[in-house]
């Protein structure tokens, strides 16, 4: 059983009053906040470490330490998502530098397309876009629902056999939605083409399992799931890996670099080296590697049955008022503890509801994301304008929230009601 109140007190950012006020904190699918054990994990690299890790440089005890945890971290991330092998988790700064990774250095020709959908965040869309501009090849939209569910009708029309990659988000950083993967991936291997799923938004809220799943490639925003900033997860199958190009090269992907009859030639190194050019973030890996044990020992079933009951509260309290439209279905069950609204009166603006909230409650600080979650295309297809200032505020939700916290947060946002009526 998980005791959530001990959960809670790991995050000493929340046990603090700032400016006198307590802190509740909704901006979890931006980023999560970091427990205590995270921390330390990055503290012991840099108050007794602080070397060079990585096979071949320094090869001192600190080196070979430094190593040995960082590798010991990528075995914990290869089983949090039951990956087949370590050598399929590669380290990278984020999810948009994985999903870069991959459309950069897939092979793909000029008669190929690549499918992605309207709900992307831009770091799941632009790659694509700017690789498809490059080759000449057709990047195919598919249009999600209004309600932001996924379309298989639509992405069925989409795919072809010349579907090189498909691209799509799981969970949606806008709308809460969980796309149907399997679905999905079944859909496309029949077609011969390749999937990315970007998890930057699933991962930390419930069991990812890549191997039954069967996707191709998945990428990772580690700063969502309780661990540091500057760390993300490119996973692929080893023997797509090998197949794609080189991205950055340098230090570190090297095997050897050979000077023969004035000619240089590199040898590179097989995956996940390929992709992890230059000295790497250590002390990051290893506060990774501590944030997904966190995770473990609370059970990311556990994590997803507690956010569920998260979503159905604050869901329906927001619908209740009957003053905001609420992005994404209205059904709890299809979402993340995620939930993108909007005053219904055009007099209101989102920036007006971060700052009352923000600044302008009695007691407490409740803090959201507020504007354009960078999801820019979706929110033109259901007719709002981010070039004209539209925008909205998103209350999202983690493990150290508490039912209390929606109560309060509710409670207020009925005051804000009636001010603006
Ligand atoms: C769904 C989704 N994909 C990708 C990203 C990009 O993540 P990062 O900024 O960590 O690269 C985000 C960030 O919010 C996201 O929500």
Redo the contacts with the bound molecule.
């Keep these: 059983m998980v005791v959530w109140s001990r959960i809670r007190k790991d995050f000493p950012v929340l046990n603090q009053l700032y400016e006198g006020k307590s802190l509740i904190y909704f901006d979890s699918?931006?980023m999560a906040l970091k427990p205590v054990q995270v921390w330390e994990a990055m503290e012991y690299y840099y108050k007794y470490l602080g070397a060079c890790g990585g096979a071949g440089r320094s090869t001192h005890c600190l080196g070979l330490e430094t190593s040995l945890l960082t590798e010991e971290a990528r075995k914990k991330m290869t089983s949090f998502i039951n990956a087949s092998d370590v050598n399929e988790i590669i380290w990278t700064r984020?999810?948009?530098?994985g999903l870069n990774i991959i459309a950069a250095t897939i092979p793909l020709k000029k008669e190929q397309n690549i499918v992605t959908t309207t709900l992307e965040?831009h770091?799941?869309m632009l790659p694509f876009l700017k690789r498809s501009k490059e080759v000449g090849s057709e990047l195919r939209l598919v249009r999600a629902k209004n309600d932001g569910t996924f379309d298989i009708a639509d992405f069925e029309k989409q795919i072809d056999d010349n579907t090189k990659i498909v691209s799509f988000?799981h969970a949606?950083?806008l709308t809460g939605t969980i796309a149907p993967l399997k679905e999905i991936i079944e859909i496309a291997h029949d077609h011969d083409a390749l999937v990315v799923s970007?998890e930057?938004?699933y991962a930390p809220h419930a069991k990812l399992d890549v191997k039954s799943l069967d996707t191709d490639f998945s990428v990772l925003?580690v700063?969502?799931a309780c661990g540091p900033t500057g760390v993300?997860v490119l996973y692929g199958k080893y023997d797509l890996l090998e197949e794609l190009n080189m991205f950055l090269v340098g230090g570190d992907v090297i095997e050897d670099v050979i000077y023969e009859n004035g000619q240089i030639t590199a040898k590179y190194l097989p995956p996940p080296q390929k992709f992890e050019a230059g000295l790497q973030n250590y002390g990051g890996m290893m506060g990774a590697g501590a944030a997904i044990d966190y995770l473990q020992n609370i059970g990311m079933d556990n994590v997803r049955q507690r956010e569920q009951v998260f979503s159905k509260k604050l869901l329906e309290g927001i619908l209740e008022l009957d003053k905001f439209a609420v992005l994404g279905p209205l059904d709890y069950k299809q979402r993340t503890a995620l939930v993108s609204f909007r005053p219904k009166s055009a007099e209101i603006n989102h920036n007006d509801i971060a700052e009352y909230f923000n600044d302008m409650l009695p007691q407490h600080k409740i803090l959201m994301r507020a504007g354009n979650m960078?999801v820019h295309p979706f929110q033109y297809q259901i007719g709002m304008s981010p070039a004209k200032g539209d925008g909205i505020i998103r209350a999202s939700l983690y493990i150290y929230n508490t039912i209390n916290e929606i109560e309060i947060f509710l409670s207020a946002l009925e005051d804000f009601a009636k001010i603006i009526e």
């Excluded at 984020?94 to 530098?97: G, V």
């Design positions: 699918a931006c984020n999810a948009t530098e965040h770091s799941g988000v949606s950083n970007d930057a938004q925003s700063h969502k993300g960078c």
